[in-house]
């Protein structure tokens, strides 16, 4: 579709010019029609002649509208009448419809009564666009009626919108199988209505002045989509572009932050109990092989390594300054940052915007931009890089190698991170505190974890995106590659917001959240215990090639369970090929259960665990396993685990790699045999069916949206 | 309202008498009009002629519909026109139709023509009944309409219902707000849609006969309601009601069963690894104090006690008999069982219907019936009384006391609760086995629970329940004394039925269970993990008094994490007071967030967490506390937990109990302050926001379905 923007750009000019936001109705048309958005055939009548006339040539019924720039609820003015069959209708209409706005609005300009060819039939859907202040454009989706907008059955994308992003907002509302035909009706025509999504989507991105925009309703029918109704409302002084470094230039710096050669402490101590006491003891506790420069004006030496009055006088190279001096001295300390050209600040020091102090902020954020220092904080913990043992933070050192990044918005939620991940023995490559955002973010450490090779899976809890938009653009690009798993808090806690139109009405801030994550490619955790269980799993976890999921069971009971979760999961339980169920029945007494669940029924051996389990990864049409442990004498707890990673290993010396997860009901000793499968690649859980089924199905999330299956 | 009975009655013994299965429509009226069910003026036309005079009579527009007992689908048979406006159109319509009719089924009856006044306006509703073959009679209530059905947005009731339970139905489908009035429109007329339920509940629940009945649509305005279209299914042959034993002897049987004063364990072996083995070692070892008699027709003495070869050899009185002998033995030693009066048997062995025995669970439960002897099992592990130290099981013994009963449908599942019970320290007052459920089952448990003082919760896994009914009447009276958590497994599993009605046809199972289960104050988890932190917090949390929920947290993370919980958990955060705002600020910093949650800031000492929890409790206004704790160093993790747990102390001094739980957010000395807070009576989770707000949340379900807020 070539859109003519000259068109759009015309009636927008004049509608500038005008002092309006608002298009009317006739303008709208032309905004559509320039973008390829079929509309009704029509014509403003000025006289109840006129609208008979008009009427008559476009063909009966038709729907007569009042055209008033003043007049945005037509129908709560009684300005719209519908059903209009004949000459005689539309004349008596006009004068009805301008008799009627007059009353509502005695000062309204009233340009005259819009005839409108009347779509008869077909499935009543809104395509509209928003524009939120985080993501800013986005196209939206929904059935049209009031039903829908009490369920709030709407779904999102950024604009614009691809022809798949599109076609999957067609899916991605709960009244979908509507559009797919019911009760025999056909299908409504998928191409046409993406089509207009499409060009919605495309006409906002192309005039950033367009701010909200309402198709409502458009008629779908089997052979096309018309748009019966158009509002569109301008916003004349939008946001400006947020300033963004290079992709090259985030990655240059926050390689150097994250793995420093050499590490400045402003405000190191040796005073116990001080922050920059702490923060040394962890630096060199936590075994850090690079330089490490106390920064102190009162000091001579610190914990045995030479103290600077300033970064200025330190003779070497410095690739991140830790702060922990309080608030009131940062930007000084800063300005010396910057002229020492060190690439990045982990600003420690709380006192700042979260305690009203927003011209503290404001200032050191505008040194860190004019000398090109990255600020991380301030309000935070610090950060650990545990590849280079590095313990940037004033809290416990952590030491446990692995595939795991983590960060979060919050000190508390950071601390949550580190003690469920002491806990669980999670292997991480980093844990870093974002607090108050003056300048690093999510993306920032999206970019640097993409090219991090010991960085596998990306978890991140944030309250709020300052640039969703950069954002998702980086999350859509690094989850092709890398798992990214998000926390989204204060997801209930905004209210509605005052709108014009209805797409704005029915945009609950938590659904554009939870629509643009997907359509990034980002796994959504709901609670903090997901975003720490998956982080720790889902790197485990090998990749699934297909869609067929096997649950393998000791116990009846935790198969029936095992099932509903994946049900409540979304993962697909392979239907059994008979010849697949015969060779499992080989293995299981005659009473066991047929299909999927396998049930080998309680009181096995070892062998029939190690049988079943091998068959499962062996076969190529079976994807992934889950496995349901009953502890009984026969295979005790860990004779199990034992047994599993046998088969397990002996499938990987062949090179089979499914992923592989267990749920094992039992009495304490349970736990330990979780602990050892897990240690071994086989993510297990105690006392849960739930669990398992959720890490597995995350793994499926990513390997979907990644396009791997 | 008085039912005419004798009218319905003679239209259902004429449509039996006729061999049909289905009313007629004309047939539906005097149904519906006999149970006060308003209905559409209408009449039946023979002729073209007689529709039009018909029409005419009772004021246009009107419905034609055709009257044929083959053709239960109309409109797919061409057999329905609405809106005719005229006699003429009327006259031409009748030919039409029964001209389609006999298009579509050529042998097709055709009986005439019904002429019915047509309804304008209002809001198409269905109200409808089904026949679960479990919970027998049930109510349905959704909204009408194509969208609805897709979207399955229907609420269901156990019959008959009362008017709190019809009233409970408008509020209980996610459209509700419809009814209520949007857009401006007026609510429609409660009264009169909740007393249509009652009544279409009555008629089904007076003539069981009627197995499936649709109200569709009908017309719901501000000033009444009119069912439109009706349709009625008969059974003639309906399930007879299952056997039921009174509630005396329920009682009287299972406390003699639960609580024995002798115990028999037949099938007790000297010999280790025999099941017998270790029901003799967990009942001697666990410390049961009552008489222990070993049954063994080859020993004379077992573990040191005197061995009977019969249960009819023992002098004394038993209460109880485990089994631990083979399947194919029991039937012998259960006549024996009968023969000498004793009241229960524990069935532990398996190979009955869950291996294709059905014959032999079938031959011992006419034994038990022909003896009075109530089953447990067969195929279990047996069950736990902790106050008489009593394990009749062949699992290891379990001895924390306390009042948790928990029961299994499956073996694993009993497991995994013996396990997660000590790993937890959690106070249990039984644990039963259910396995096959020939007899006892979960309303016999629960009825035994009622008046069992040691309870104080009852919490059960299930994957069906033969006579759902029966559990719904039960639990309904329990749930107002104790709480009743259930976990029903097999949610998912179930697939469509096919159905004659569109209430059967939207009534999927999982749905029904969700509806009932909720009408009878039950508690439902989700999840396994679910159901056990359910049972463990639920007996230790105060009852609240009030709605209002206030969160104290030190983690500002934590607080929005855990506002987004409350939300998620149905849980009323209470809007601050200005006095009570200004009283908590107080003792919080001044950049410390207003409001609720009250975020007193991190790194604040122990005094600031004392003093806030302290006026939270103290406030009257306030009913639960939510707490967020972050570690510091100025606060660390066992010192929060005592001054919480000090706090709590002096509050029931003063006699202000209140529910309070806790989110501990920290390294891993978490853990260990978690454990204390949750023995000294505050459930308390580390690195978890969402588990303390979901199990009080659980209290708070039971404390408003058992009217005590």
């Not at 509208?65 to 000459?87: D, F, M, N, Q, Y």
């Not at 954020?365 to 650990?384: A, S």
């Not at 209210?495 to 490619?521: E, M, P």
Request: neutral net charge; contains cysteine; aromatic residues 6%.
């Amino acid at each position: 579709m070539a859109a003519n923007k000259t068109a759009v750009r015309q009636v927008l000019d004049k509608t500038k010019a005008e002092g309006r936001t608002a298009l009317t109705a006739p303008e709208g048309k032309l905004v559509c029609e320039a973008y390829g958005i079929p509309v009704p055939k029509e014509g403003v009548a000025t006289s109840a002649a006129d609208a008979a006339k008009l009427a008559a040539g476009m063909g009966f019924p038709v729907v007569l509208k009042i055209v008033s720039p003043e007049i945005l609820h037509k129908t709560e003015a009684g300005g719209v009448l519908v059903g209009i069959r004949s000459a005689e209708e539309a004349q008596k209409g006009y004068d009805t419809i301008v008799a009627n706005a007059k009353r509502y609005n005695a000062k309204a300009t009233i340009l005259g009564v819009q005839v409108q060819q009347m779509l008869a039939g077909g499935q009543e859907v809104i395509v509209g666009a928003v524009t939120d202040p985080s993501f800013g454009k986005l196209v939206a989706f929904g059935l049209g009626g009031v039903l829908v907008e009490v369920l709030k059955d709407i779904t999102f994308r950024l604009a614009p919108a691809s022809k798949d992003d599109a076609l999957s907002m067609l899916d991605g509302i709960a009244a979908a199988p509507i559009l797919k035909g019911v009760r025999g009706a056909d299908p409504v025509d998928r191409s046409a209505l993406s089509a207009i999504i499409q060009n919605v989507s495309q006409l906002i991105s192309d005039f950033p002045e367009i701010s909200e925009m309402d198709l409502n309703p458009v008629f779908a029918t089997p052979k096309g989509a018309t748009a019966a109704d158009v509002r569109i409302v301008c916003d004349w002084n939008p946001e400006p572009a947020r300033y963004r470094p290079s992709h090259q230039d985030i990655v240059r710096d926050m390689n150097r932050i994250m793995k420093p050669g050499a590490v400045a402490v402003i405000g190191a101590s040796s005073e116990d109990g001080k922050i920059g006491n702490s923060v040394m003891k962890n630096l060199i506790n936590g075994g850090y092989q690079g330089e490490i420069y106390p920064i102190n004006p009162s000091a001579a030496e610190i914990m045995g390594r030479k103290s600077y009055k300033s970064v200025k006088d330190v003779p070497g190279e410095i690739d991140v300054a830790v702060f922990a001096i309080p608030a009131k001295f940062v930007a000084q300390a800063l300005v010396e940052v910057g002229e020492k050209k060190i690439p990045g600040a982990v600003l420690i020091p709380s006192g700042f915007s979260e305690t009203g102090n927003v011209a503290g902020q404001k200032e050191i954020q505008e040194i860190g931009h004019k000398y090109g220092v990255r600020l991380m904080g301030p309000n935070i913990y610090g950060f650990y890089y545990t590849w280079k043992n590095l313990c940037a933070t004033f809290c416990t050192a952590y030491d446990i190698k692995g595939g795991a990044a983590l960060s979060s918005q919050s000190g508390g939620i950071g601390m949550a991170i580190i003690g469920f991940s002491r806990s669980a023995k999670m292997g991480v490559s980093a844990i870093v505190g974002l607090g108050n955002k003056s300048d690093i973010d999510e993306d920032d450490l999206l970019t640097f974890f993409e090219q991090d090779d010991n960085t596998k899976i990306v978890a991140q809890h944030f309250e709020d995106l300052k640039d969703g938009r950069a954002f998702a653009e980086v999350a859509r690009r690094v989850s092709k590659k890398k798992p990214v798993v998000v926390l989204k808090a204060g997801r209930t806690a905004r209210g509605a917001r005052a709108a014009a139109s209805h797409t704005a009405a029915l945009a609950g801030n938590d659904k554009i959240y939870d629509d643009v994550l997907r359509q990034s490619g980002v796994i959504r955790a709901m609670g903090l215990r997901d975003l720490l269980e998956y982080a720790r799993a889902i790197p485990v976890l090998a990749t699934p090639k297909g869609e067929n999921v096997v649950i393998i069971t000791g116990a009846g009971g935790s198969g029936v369970l095992l099932s509903d979760a994946c049900v409540d999961n979304g993962l697909t339980l392979m239907p059994m090929p008979p010849d697949l169920d015969a060779a499992f029945r080989k293995f299981i007494p005659p009473f066991g259960a047929a299909g999927n669940p396998v049930d080998i029924t309680g009181g096995q051996p070892p062998k029939t665990y190690q049988e079943t389990v091998r068959l499962g990864l062996s076969d190529e049409r079976i994807h992934a396993l889950i496995l349901g442990y009953w502890h009984t004498i026969i295979t005790p707890p860990m004779v199990f685990a034992k047994a599993m990673v046998e088969v397990v290993d002996e499938m990987r010396a062949k090179g089979i790699h499914k992923p592989i997860v267990a749920s094992l009901a039992g009495d304490v000793e349970v736990e330990e045999a979780s602990e050892y499968l897990f240690d071994h690649g086989i993510p297990a859980y105690p006392y849960t069916t739930e669990t398992p089924v959720a890490v597995l199905a995350a793994k499926y999330k990513w390997a979907r949206g990644a396009g791997l299956i």
